[in-house]
C-alpha cells in the first residue's frame, strides 16, 4: 500500500475518534469525518464501509498478532496460560493511550449496536484460538475451554485495568484475575 | 393472563418453530406464522414485536431462575460452582426435546443477527449474575469471573450436549467441563 493511502486510512481513524468524542457517534457522518481527515467521502469509503467499522479495525490486526503468539507459543500443555499470555503480550499500548481505548470502551457499551458487534467479534476469536488450540494438538474440550475462559479472563482484566488509574499495569491485573480464579475453581468439579 | 392468551402465545411459538423448520427463518413472516398459529397478525404483534423474539422469548424465563437460583444458593464460599449449578438446575427439557433445542441453536448460529442478539443475551446474563454473586458478598472480582466463567463453561457444555446422543445428559458433560478446566488451570498463575 503507498504511503499515502496509509496515511488517509490514519487520518480517517484519528478524525473519527475527534469527532465522536466532540459530538458522540451517533451524531457524526462519514462525510464529516472525510472532511475533518482532508480527504474525500469517495476516499472514505475506500478504506471503511461505514463509520462502525473504524472502531473495529483494530481488531483484525489484534486476531492476527494472537493466533501468531498461540502458533509460537513453546509449549501447550497449558493451553489456559497460552491463550490469556498472547493476549496480555499483545501491544495493548500501540492502539493509543489508555484514555482513548477507555473512550472507545464507553461508546462501544453506550449503543447497543456497536456492542453486539464487539460481542460477535470476541466469539470469532474464541472459535479461532479454539482452533489454533487444537492445530497444536490440544485436545478438543481443553482446546475449548481454554479459549472460552481465557478470554474472560483476559476481558474481566482489561476492563479492570482500563478503570483503573495510571499507575497500574495490565500484567499485573491479569496475574491477579489468574489467581482469584485458582481460588474459586471449586475443591470437587463434580457439581451435580 | 386468561388461558386462551397464554394459548396464543404458545400455539405461535408453536407455528414459528414449525415454519422456520419448513422454509427457513428469513423465508417465513409474521403473518404466516399468525395464519399457521390461527390468530390474526395483529394478535402476533400483540405478543412478540417481531419473528426474531420468538426464538427468544424463554430467555427472561431462564434468567429469572438462574437468578433465583444464585439466590437461594445455600453458600456462596465457591461462587463459580454456584453459577455452574444454577445454570445446570435449570429444567432445561422443559424448553422442548433436545432435537428443538439443537434446530433453534444451528437457526441461530447461521443468521448473523440472531447471534448477535444471543451473545447480547449472554452478556446481560454474565452482568446479572456478577451482581446477584456481590449482592451475596463476594468479592467483585470473584463475582465478576465466576460469572464469566461459569456461563463460559455451561455453554462450551450445553454445545457438546446439543451435539451428542441422546442418552448423554447434560450434567455428565458439565461435570466433565468442570474436570478439563481444573485440569487446564496452570500451576502458576503468574504468567507474565
Known amino acids: 500500500m503507498p ?4 496515511g488517509s486510512q490514519e487520518r480517517l481513524k484519528q478524525a473519527a475518534m475527534e469527532l465522536f468524542d466532540e459530538q458522540g457517534f451517533e451524531g457524526t457522518s462519514a462525510v464529516q469525518i472525510a472532511q475533518r481527515a482532508g480527504v474525500t467521502t469517495r476516499t472514505f469509503f475506500r478504506y471503511f464501509p461505514d463509520k ?16 501468531q503468539g498461540i502458533h509460537d507459543a513453546p ?3 497449558e493451553p489456559l496460560a497460552v491463550v490469556v499470555r498472547a493476549l496480555v503480550d499483545f501491544d ?13 470502551d464507553a461508546m462501544i457499551r453506550s449503543n447497543p449496536e456497536l456492542l453486539e458487534r464487539e460481542l460477535n467479534k470476541q466469539q470469532q476469536m474464541s472459535d479461532a484460538f479454539g482452533y489454533a488450540l487444537r492445530q497444536r494438538g490440544v485436545e ?8 472460552r475462559v ?6 474481566a482484566s ?12 495490565l500484567a499485573t491485573v491479569v496475574n491477579a484475575s489468574m489467581s482469584t480464579l485458582a481460588a474459586i475453581m471449586p475443591a470437587v468439579t463434580r457439581l451435580t
Do not use: C, K, N
Not at 504511503?3 to 496509509?6: A, D, G, K, L, Q
Not at 478438543?140 to 479459549?147: F, K, N, T
Open 150 to 155: 481465557g478470554i474472560q479472563v483476559f476481558q
Open 158 to 169: 482489561y476492563l479492570e485495568w482500563l478503570a483503573a488509574d495510571g499507575e497500574t499495569d
Open 140 to 147: 478438543p474440550p481443553a482446546a475449548e475451554l481454554a479459549a
Open 3 to 6: 504511503r499515502w493511502e496509509h
Open 52 to 67: 462502525q467499522s473504524i472502531l473495529f479495525v483494530d481488531a483484525d490486526l489484534l486476531r492476527a498478532a494472537l493466533l
Open 75 to 77: 509449549d501447550v500443555t
Open 92 to 104: 495493548w499500548e500501540g492502539l493509543g493511550p489508555r484514555e482513548s481505548q477507555r473512550r472507545r
